[in-house]
């Protein structure tokens, strides 16, 4: 129940209380029946005059005149009996029975406003915190954040303490904001808890397109801009011809004026270079820092340094870790004579098996016609006339001439390969209900397809593996005659170089740590940054994956105490860097405008008048009960 003005509406939770002002009646009844006379001893009977002026003074509506006790018993009750309606002023907020909350906890999020400021995440949970004070005992909130993934907080509930004890471990990672996670999870709660409305809580810097078609009503509330901000964006290195590492660095800002800072390139503690940065506007700057060619490999650490405030830190540091400079290391099947030859030319490769050479543990490239050789852990195969062991229920060959009608022309391994009137005398032919999406679901990708019967070539990416397969065998057909071949082959070697870190390298990003391959079936343990530690396991080809890094950082495998591998992770997001929040994200076809306006929470009235009531209490206390007999003159 509500009145008043549209400004201010007045409503009640609880309007049935109302029944209460029924006692009124029973309080004024006991004035009128009360009558209470004093006994005195009089000398004289001039006194019963008196007595008959009280006897007019008891008539029923004379008796209220001057009445104070009355009159603040009266104004008790009512106060009382309207608390006890709960009556609220209804604010700018939709009031629903069931409201999720998403909230965005990536890394912008922990942007200030200014020097000494608050956090974009401190005003959401503060704007959460508001809406849980001022909840009605029949309506239900549920908390979900999202950075690279969601998390549900909260299922739907009342209880404002679990409510404010999840809100208070809620708290910023250093990632890059996706929040089709978290709508997913929403529509997942949709589904078995209807409800009709969402509210979506960030500071604007997510993504402005999601495939996410949702049940029910969004509204975008975007919190204040946070202030002036610049950090690292991107990172690379590229090798020379002649060995050197050049690394590569852009530094952006937000859309305002940036005083000068510095950007250091630091090895093990020590400053190996220092550049000054000032951007424009609306600006960016790239730089690039030279390397002498090393023999050993690199852990290198970019750090800058604004001379002035500077909204987040976590842009402001950037890892990168170069492998040594040396060959290529390629195992190559006896009897393939060919990709041998090839291999053998080319400059900075070096091919096993060899004569008099100690083999390495694990090789950067393979060529095989056996999928299980050889057994040593490695990163980039070409398996040559090999069907996977995966997909051979999918797929027959059988002696027949045929040629490719269609192939990947942007794929690495088939770049500038020309495909065209190659003969090959083995035909794939696809079993009975299978298609293309038969060998998607098992993770391989159609490179080149034969005449209208199946794939000729095939990928599969791993963890940290990536595996061409030729169904066909080079020897069966007109490929090594073509000048094809020999492109194939260098496209292999460059895409395996890649593999290695030995010809480029990318900056790794936080989220989860970049696939590391080691012994197999090994514990090891993972340290991080902020006491961070996982326990881990690798598997039978011995890659560890899939271990979160929600913080910038470096982190160290370690076994027994020793550690094997180091990476380090960077923010490197040019989104949460330029702070620029959108003004509109499209959700499914529906198009939902940012809401920059906080709007009003219901204000709960019942406290206020509770408290009024009280203290009519003390001044009737205070008046007529504070000394035996009530207060006299």
């Known amino acids: 129940m509500k009145f008043g003005s549209p400004i201010l509406a007045v409503s009640f939770l609880a309007p049935l209380a109302a029944w209460l002002f029924a006692l009124i009646v029973p309080l004024i009844l006991l004035y009128f029946l009360k009558l209470r006379r004093d006994r005195l001893r009089v000398p004289s009977l001039v006194l019963w005059q008196q007595v008959i002026n009280d006897s007019r003074v008891n008539s029923p509506f004379q008796r209220f005149k001057r009445n104070l006790l009355l009159l603040l018993q009266l104004i008790l009750l009512i106060l009382l009996i309207l608390a006890a309606m709960q009556p609220f002023m209804r604010g700018d907020v939709d009031d629903v029975d069931r409201l999720p909350i998403l909230i965005d906890t990536s890394a912008s999020m922990a942007a200030l406003d200014g020097p000494d400021g608050t956090t974009r995440l401190e005003a959401a949970k503060d704007h959460v915190r508001e809406r849980i ?84 009503e969004l509204t975008f509330q975007r919190l204040a801009q946070a202030g002036r901000n610049i950090g690292i964006t991107a990172l690379n290195a590229r090798r020379s011809a002649d060995g050197r590492w050049n ?152 002696s027949a001439t045929t040629t490719i009608v269609d192939w990947d022309r942007t794929t690495p391994l088939l770049e500038h390969v020309e495909l065209t009137d190659l003969l090959v005398l083995d035909q794939p032919v696809l079993n009975p209900g299978v298609t293309q999406s038969s060998f998607e679901d098992k993770h391989y990708e159609y490179l080149a397809q034969a005449s209208q019967t199946g794939p000729l070539i095939l990928r599969k990416r791993g963890d940290a593996t990536t595996a061409w397969y030729l169904l066909f065998h080079s020897d069966r057909s007109t490929l090594p005659y073509r000048l094809g071949f020999p492109i194939l082959v260098a496209n292999t ?141």
Not at 318 to 344: C, H, I, K, M, T
């Open 133 to 216: 004070e001022q909840l009605h005992p029949n309506q239900e909130l549920a908390l979900i954040v999202f950075g690279r993934s969601a998390r549900l907080m909260t299922g739907f509930t009342s209880n404002k303490r679990v409510l404010l004890d999840a809100l208070d471990k809620v708290e910023t990672t250093d990632v890059a904001s996706n929040m089709t996670d978290g709508l997913r999870m929403a529509e997942a709660m949709w589904r078995s808890n209807g409800f009709e409305k969402a509210l979506l809580l960030t500071d604007g810097n997510v993504p402005t397109e999601t495939d996410v078609a949702l049940p029910f």
């Open 247 to 398: 690394v590569f660095v852009n530094v952006q800002g937000t859309n305002h004026e940036h005083p000068p800072a510095k950007l250091q390139l630091i090895r093990d503690g020590e400053i190996l270079a220092e550049e000054g940065v000032a951007l424009s506007p609306a600006g960016n700057q790239r730089l690039v820092f030279p390397l002498p060619a090393e023999s050993a490999d690199m852990s290198l650490s970019l750090r800058l340094r604004p001379q002035r405030f500077d909204a987040m830190a976590s842009d402001n540091v950037a890892f990168l870790e170069l492998n040594a400079s040396r060959d290529l290391r390629v195992w190559v099947a006896p009897g393939l004579d060919g990709y041998r030859d090839a291999l053998q030319a080319m400059a900075g490769v070096t091919v096993y098996p060899r004569a008099n050479s100690t083999e390495p543990t694990s090789y950067d490239l393979v060529v095989s016609d056996d999928e299980s050789q050889p057994a040593k852990p490695w990163r980039t195969a070409l398996f040559v006339g090999v069907v996977p062991n995966e997909v051979a229920s999918l797929v027959t060959l059988r």
């Open 493 to 633: 070697v460059r895409v395996a170089m890649l593999q290695a870190g030995l010809l480029e390298v990318a900056g790794d990003t936080t989220g989860v740590l970049p696939a590391v391959t080691l012994e197999p079936t090994t514990e090891y343990t993972v340290t991080g940054p902020e006491e961070f530690t996982r326990d881990i396991k690798t598997d039978q080809a011995g890659v560890v994956s899939g271990v979160a890094t929600p913080r910038v950082g470096a982190y160290a495998v370690r076994r027994g105490g020793k550690v094997e591998h180091r990476v380090g992770v960077s923010l490197l997001d040019q989104r949460e860097s330029s702070l620029e929040p959108a003004q509109r994200i499209n959700v499914g076809e529906l198009a939902v405008d940012a809401q920059t306006q906080t709007p009003r929470t219901n204000a709960v009235l019942w406290p206020i008048l509770a408290m009024i009531a009280l203290a009519v209490l003390l001044c009737e206390w205070w008046y007529f009960q504070r000394r035996p007999g009530g207060w006299t003159r």
